[in-house]
Each structure stands twice: as C-alpha cells, then as structure tokens.
DNA sequence: ATAATATACCTAACGCAATTAGGTATAAAT
DNA sequence: ATTTATACCTAATTGCGTTAGGTATATTAT
C-alpha cells in the first residue's frame, strides 16, 4: 500500500490520465487503477468520489448517468478541455519530480553529488 | 511551482534520499532540492523544519548542533537505519506509481487500454 | 555607518484532502 | 435466503502544506 501522501498526489492526475482515455465510471476507475498500479493503489469509493465531485465543479471533468441493460445506474465521467489541460501541467510537474529522483537514485547519466559547503 | 499534494509526496522521501547522500542541515536541504528539482520544487523553511522534527520523532534521521567558523549555528541531520529502510520503501512505492503513469502515458512498450465492460 | 539581504532556526492558525465509518439500492452468486 | 458484488453518497477525524508571523547573526550594499 502506498502512503497516503503518494495517493493524494496521484489521484487526480491519474483519474485524468485514466479518462483521456475514454469515458468511465467510478466504481470501475477504482478497478483500473488497482490493475495499472499492480495492487500498490487501492482506492476506497469513499475516497474517489468526493474526488470525481470536486474535479467537475473544477470544470476538469463532466458527468452523465445512464442506465444499463442489467438495471444498474452508472455515472459516466468525461475528460473536458481544461481537464485535458490540467493533465498536461500535472504530467509535467510530475516528470520534473521524478526525474529529480532518478538522480537521486543514481538512475542517470547525470547523477546528484551534495554541494560543497 | 508543484501542486502541494505533489510537494507532499515528495518531501519525506526527497530529505531521505538527499541525507542518504551525508548528512546536512535544514537550510541547505532546501537549495539542494531547488537545484535538483530544477526550480520545480520551491521549499518553505516552515514547511520543511516541521517535517524534520516529525521525522527525528519517527526515528527516520538524527540531529546534532554545529558552530561554524562564521559564528552561525546550524542543526544537522543525517538518515538512520530506519530511515534507510523506510527510504527503501518509499522508492519501490514512487517507482510503481511513475510506472503507472508511464503506461497511461504510453511511454513504454506494455502501454495502457481500458478495461473492456 | 547604516540599511538591506542572506543565513539559520522556530511556532501558530488556517485550509484542503485522504481515511474511517457509516448509509442506500439493485443484481448475481452461494 | 443469505452473502457478495455492483454502484453511488455523506460526515467526522487526522495529517500536512501554506500563510504569517517571530528571533538572531553575518554579509553585502548604500
């Protein structure tokens, strides 16, 4: 399980990332999420769903609902323009970040030696 | 400037890494992750000296005072064993989540698709 | 000389978001 | 007939960054 600031940080632009793909709906962006992490996020509906709620009054995403052919009700979310714009900065930041790591770990050709005092 | 959920992600595992390194003080932390995050990460000494003693708390880094030559005093920390092992932890954790992204970014060879319902 | 900036640490009140712990309702599986 | 899975929602608690202060010394600029 990841930390709870880690899941914070990636909530929103993996929910963005998630529908850049295509529509979806909560319940079932939890499930992807579990799958694309390899088990290491494991979302609770009570965390996603006050998250889908914020992100479309942010203007980042749109809700319909539709009934499916088992009788079930589903709330379908979309990406919007802003969302998809959101994404782009967040992917950004996040690249920088993890890049930063990466030299950290060592894992370059540019590595991080501490500066001489 | 990074969202400040990614700042919290960051930060503990950033200190870790960068004390992994030698040990070092407060004031310098916070220029050396200016530079290594090339400006991205932009660090408030009130942000981070709180996130210090919450860390010695844990056991994760320990903290000795220092006069310099120049008559300044300066607290220095360096990473424990625990804070070693808990580094190693939270590297696994970051690495899953960026490979996470990685995919839905389509930026390697196993890249993401939707679940089909 | 004096003012401003850099160094170096600390604390307190506020706001935001995940967690925990509930709740409603229907369909499928045991 | 009961349990599990699907599918949504809300409220109280907790943790942590942000904002806004504070103290003290050394260096640089005026």
Known sequence: MATKTLVAASTKPLVLSILAHGE?????????????????LQWTDAMLYPVLGRMEKEGLIRSHWVKTEQ??????????LLGEENLAQEKQQWLKVNYAFVRLW???????????A
């Open 24 to 40: 979806n709906y909560g319940y079932q962006i939890i499930k992807e999420v579990e799958q694309i992490s390899e088990g290491v």
């Open 71 to 80: 009788g079930r009700r589903r709330k379908y979310y979309r990406i919007t």
């Open 106 to 116: 060592g894992l370059t050709d540019t590595p991080y030696s501490p500066t001489k």
